[in-house]
């Protein structure tokens, strides 16, 4: 068509390394939700974003044409948000705690987010152990009214619908430019006319990000373009070199967060991460002096008021509020993999553990993945488990297994290297 031959030269433009204009930008993704763009051109558009790049001002032309063709979501007062670029396994339940805490101080959390791209579990695929998280805009302002908040699911919204042809593309490329990560979230969170962000950047081995100047290029992104929208941002450059908490997978990780709640307690990963974001959300709202609040979010985690608040989320996203941990399925099929050496844990992979959740059936089987026994630093002996693999397939099992007995994933570190010859 000619519309679509339009788009084409304007991307030709931009191979040529020059800028284009706010016309030129909403043309582009007028046609990609219209369907009027191939997959071979929307992946050209998201390729030009990584070889040419974008500047501050089409970045935020692009956020800005990906709000203007979807739905917005009204709330009549401020409401806050946080979200994590992710590639941390583990990461997906910190928000089953810094929601109903932000809540418990007072906070109106419109919390959503998409399926697991590239991880065993995304937040949305944890919720789900729990609740629907399949939410319409009315459950979401509702759950919002009634309970101060929700963790829901972004796919019935209709929320920057080119951000998902985006993904969907992206997922094939195995690309992630800076600006489309900011434009992926911005779009959806300015959708939802968030006040406040707290957004998390997790460094380490085999996350998104490889340095912490890498990541303080992609929060300073992130900072200007929310204020070229009136939404205050704050990022947290957090630690990612290894899981968060001891689980990996949807079912796994909502017994973990589940149990947290209950107990008033968690892992240290898992506790310091959720309530730095829950007391800058809490700072953000102008609730607390910087500084000050996380040890509030402590306090209403460790008094149960998060748990109470999180039972009264569930009750509107339609799940059970009195689910015990015990309830949730894990895979019937599991193998141990142990320690054959004794000393101090000194390496991680991300990568691996990924994979091998992934191999077990992570996300689609809800209730494989796996159990970590063993942090950083932690000591072991000769023949301690150091994690576990679940699974509800023997197949898959062995592949998992087989995979993980062919790489080191956890690295004991001992004096005594090897004796040559």
């Known amino acids: 068509g000619v519309t679509a031959s339009e788009s084409l030269n304007i991307m030709a433009k931009k191979t040529q390394g020059m800028r284009l204009s706010r016309e030129e930008i909403r043309k582009l993704i007028a046609d990609m939700v219209s369907g009027l763009l191939d997959d071979a051109a929307i992946a050209e558009f998201v390729t030009l974003q990584s070889t040419v790049g974008m500047d501050d001002d089409e970045i935020h032309e692009l956020i800005r044409a990906m709000v203007e063709t979807g739905n917005k979501i009204e ?35 419109p919390k959503t987010s998409s399926r697991a791209i590239t991880s065993p579990s995304g937040t949305a695929d944890t919720m789900e152990a729990l609740a629907n998280v399949s939410l319409t805009t009315e459950e979401i302002r509702n759950a919002v009214e009634k309970a101060g908040g929700t963790i829901a699911w972004t796919g019935r ?140 979010a402590r306090d209403a985690f460790k008094s149960g008021k998060s748990y109470e608040k999180f039972k009264k989320i569930l009750e509107m ?14 895979g019937e099929y599991s193998e141990t993999i142990y320690s054959n050496k004794s000393g101090a844990v000194t390496f991680i992979d991300n990568r691996a553990l990924t994979i091998i959740s992934r191999l077990a059936g992570a996300p689609l ?57």
């Open 75 to 109: 709330f009549p007062y401020p409401v806050y948000d946080e979200h994590s670029i992710g590639g941390v396994p583990g990461n997906s339940k910190v928000a089953l705690l810094a929601v109903p805490t932000s809540v418990a101080l007072g906070l109106k959390v």
């Open 157 to 296: 919204l209709n929320l920057a619908p080119a951000d998902d042809i985006m993904v969907r593309i992206e997922r094939r490329l195995l690309l992630d430019p800076p600006s489309q990560v900011v434009a992926s979230i911005l779009s959806k969170k300015v959708s939802l006319g968030i006040s406040g962000l707290v957004i998390d950047l997790p460094v380490g081995n085999g996350t998104k990000l490889q340095s912490e100047r890498e990541a303080e290029n992609l929060a300073a992104m992130f900072v200007k373009q929310g204020g070229k929208f009136n939404m205050s941002i704050k990022a947290l450059i957090t630690f990612g070199g290894e899981p968060i908490g001891y689980t990996i997978g949807p079912n796994l990780e909502a017994i973990e967060a589940l149990t947290a709640l209950m107990k008033g307690e968690a892992s240290q990963s898992l506790m310091d991460k959720a309530m730095y974001i829950a007391g800058a959300l809490y700072e953000m709202a102008g609730k607390a002096n910087i500084g000050e609040g996380e040890a509030h």
């Open 317 to 330: 996203q339609g799940g059970n509020p009195e689910v015990k941990p015990e309830d949730i399925p894990v």
């Open 365 to 421: 089987d809800k209730a494989a993945g796996i159990k970590l026994y063993v942090k950083i630093g932690n000591r072991v002996k000769s023949g301690d488990p150091l994690f576990k693999i679940y699974s509800s397939s023997s197949y898959r099992l062995s592949e998992a297994l087989a995979f993980a007995n062919s790489v080191k994933e956890i690295e004991i570190g001992t004096m005594l290297l090897k004796v040559f010859p």
